[in-house]
């Protein structure tokens, strides 16, 4: 495999009610990877409407994100912000990989029959056929790493599986038009940190959830100082006292998940809040998790309300994002065309 650009792309639903799991397990990442890659961060409304979205609403959560983007420290002069669907070539790309991908393949995806449920001759082709899209939304940059969560890695595996049987079917094509080896890079998943799955603060075994029907599950980047401090001193504990160690902490999940979110918020690792908070009552290490939880997140979510209030600016960082990811995607997918053997304008 030849050697590709490094270059970090992904993408944020517009689902509505951004949470700390995806401040912790996704935009938190976002902020700190700009510093030392290329990044191009992607709302990916194409995405959302696999299942039915009121069309106001959707608007409003597609600016949504952004601000949170914005507001949590994602510089969009350094790094590409944009909204899916004002890329074309991520939906034409997608075609080209529907017709590389295998059925076999899709028909593997857990993620579908999880949200398919026992309904699903009434689900959606877009929800079926999803895991192609983000092949597509990755491989339109040619991305070679992927900032995802666990139960997004099969799905980074479909794309590897699509972009090696690419090589391979077109390996012919690609190397008399000068592009090597390989046109499409193996992605990478980036999987990692001391809060990668945030979970549930009513429930320690489930993932932290907007379709939650408890509010008290979830810390919304919105909320405010008191309700953030609400959620955090009723959350869900077991009797014992902290341990020293981190091993300590298995069959606990409610207190690793408690751990594991001050230890993210904290740049820390459990084993280091644990040196400090060892030994101590839920009570007390609930007391520093609120002042930690208000400090770091209070000044984002008064930031996402204000350039939430500034539907404007937000709509022109996304042009602007978009003409930029355009302008490496369009000669990509351009490429890619060729290799194909379709006749295309010049």
């Given at each position: 495999m030849?050697?590709?650009?490094?270059?970090?792309?992904s993408g944020v639903q517009p689902t509505g009610n951004l949470h700390l799991g995806n401040y912790l397990g996704a935009i938190k990442r976002f902020v700190a990877m700009q510093a030392r890659?290329?990044?191009?961060?992607?709302?990916?409304?194409?995405?959302?409407?696999?299942?039915w979205q009121e069309p106001a609403e959707l608007t409003s959560q597609i600016r949504e994100v952004t601000a949170a983007f914005l507001a949590a420290g994602i510089d969009p002069a350094r790094s590409i912000v944009f909204n899916q669907s004002q890329v074309p070539q991520h939906a034409e790309l997608a075609w080209i990989f529907n017709c590389v991908a295998r059925l076999g393949w899709l028909n593997r995806m857990t993620q579908f029959k999880e949200k398919a449920g026992k309904d699903r001759e009434n689900a959606s082709v877009g929800l079926y056929d999803y895991p192609v899209l983000m092949a597509a939304d990755i491989l339109a940059y040619r991305a070679t790493h992927v900032p995802v969560g666990e139960d997004q890695?099969?799905?980074?595996?479909?794309?590897?599986?699509i972009a090696q049987k690419f090589n391979n079917d077109f390996a012919g094509a690609i190397a008399e038009q000068g592009h090597g080896e390989a046109f499409f890079p193996l992605t990478e998943p980036l999987i990692g940190g001391p809060a990668a799955r945030v979970m549930s603060l009513r429930d320690g075994t489930r993932k932290m959830s907007k379709s939650d029907p408890s509010d008290y599950s979830r810390i919304n980047l919105t909320d405010d100082a008191d309700a953030i401090a609400q959620k955090v001193r009723k959350a869900k504990t077991d009797a014992e006292p902290l341990p020293a160690e981190?091993?300590?902490?298995?069959?606990?999940?409610?207190?690793?998940?408690?751990?594991g979110i001050f230890a993210a918020l904290n740049d820390a690792t459990r084993e280091e809040v644990l040196r400090d908070y060892g030994g101590a009552q839920f009570s007390a290490f609930k007391g520093a998790l609120v002042d930690l939880a208000v400090a770091k997140l209070g000044p984002i979510g008064a930031e996402m309300k204000r350039l939430v209030g500034d539907p404007g600016h937000i709509d022109r960082v996304l042009a602007d994002g978009a003409a930029r990811a355009e302008a490496i995607a369009a000669p990509n997918l351009a490429a890619v065309k060729d290799i194909v053997g379709f006749v295309r304008r010049r």
């Open positions: 030849p050697a590709f650009k490094e270059l970090v792309f890659s290329e990044c191009i961060y992607c709302v990916v409304d194409l995405h959302a409407i696999t299942l890695k099969q799905h980074l595996e479909l794309t590897r599986d981190a091993a300590g902490l298995d069959r606990r999940p409610e207190a690793d998940n408690l751990v």
